[in-house]
């Protein structure tokens, strides 16, 4: 990623040049101030030093290690949620007064993923998976959890989700639905998805 960054900071260099001809001695320059910068951002985050808040909330969230298996509404058992401030709320697309809590996940391909949940203390969470770049920018996002009241026909109850994630990152969804005058509940649906080299969620085939 830093070589890349590199690449693309000397090509534009080199247009903002306007086709003057510079020595090798004046693009090493450029290219040595670059690097430094680099380090010197490196060092500051070594020692809990950032410039931007919202780079500094998610490289301060705890690592929540996989496999991970549905807990329901019970986040508290599945690992350290942290409340997110205003301004990564925002950047999510979410109002500002939102309610939205996270944890860390392992990296997938190079990608920040983090697990959030949605909704005040009192009510079950709706829960999902995020994938963020290396700008802590929002990639895609997966729903894993959410329990709510429906009605299949003339059947009414509750719809969940159970969820399962296993170490590679492969997410298996399976929703449910529990009629009022039942004891238990029938499967509706089973999907899968796995985390693209891109960073998003792409649906796989289940074998039934």
């Known amino acids: 990623m830093k070589k890349l960054l590199l690449f693309l900071l000397l090509v534009l260099v080199l247009a903002s040049c306007g086709?003057?001809?510079?020595?090798?001695?004046?693009?090493?320059?450029?290219?040595?101030?670059i690097r430094k910068a680099e380090t010197v951002r490196d060092f500051k985050q070594q020692a809990g030093v950032y410039?931007?808040?919202?780079?500094?909330?998610f490289d301060t969230l705890q690592l929540r290690p996989?496999?991970?298996?549905?807990?329901?509404?019970?986040?508290?058992?599945?690992?350290h949620f942290?409340?997110?401030?205003?301004?990564v709320v925002s950047l999510l697309g979410y109002p500002v007064e939102t309610p939205l809590r996270m944890t860390l996940?392992?990296?997938?391909?190079?990608?920040?993923?983090?697990?959030?949940?949605?909704?005040?203390?009192?009510i079950p969470p709706i829960i999902s998976l995020l994938t963020l770049n290396a700008d802590c920018q929002p990639i895609d996002d997966l729903l894993i959890y959410e329990m709510k009241l429906a009605e299949r026909g003339d059947d009414f109850g509750m719809s969940?989700?159970?969820?399962?994630?296993?170490s590679k990152f492969e997410v298996t969804i399976v929703n449910s639905f529990l009629p009022n005058n039942?004891?238990?509940?029938?499967?509706?649906?089973?999907?899968?998805?796995?985390?693209?080299?891109?960073?998003y969620f792409e649906e796989q085939i289940v074998d039934l």
Do not use: C, W
Not at 69 to 77: F, Q, T
């Open 160 to 166: 969940y989700s159970d969820y399962f994630i296993t």
């Open 105 to 122: 996940l392992p990296r997938s391909h190079g990608h920040r993923v983090v697990m959030l949940a949605e909704g005040p203390d009192s």
């Open 51 to 57: 410039d931007d808040p919202v780079e500094q909330f």
């Open 66 to 79: 996989l496999p991970i298996r549905s807990v329901g509404a019970n986040i508290g058992s599945l690992g």
């Open 82 to 87: 942290v409340s997110a401030p205003p301004s």
């Open 19 to 33: 086709g003057k001809r510079k020595d090798v001695a004046y693009y090493e320059a450029k290219i040595d101030s």
């Open 182 to 199: 039942a004891k238990f509940p029938y499967v509706e649906s089973t999907r899968r998805y796995t985390i693209s080299k891109e960073g």
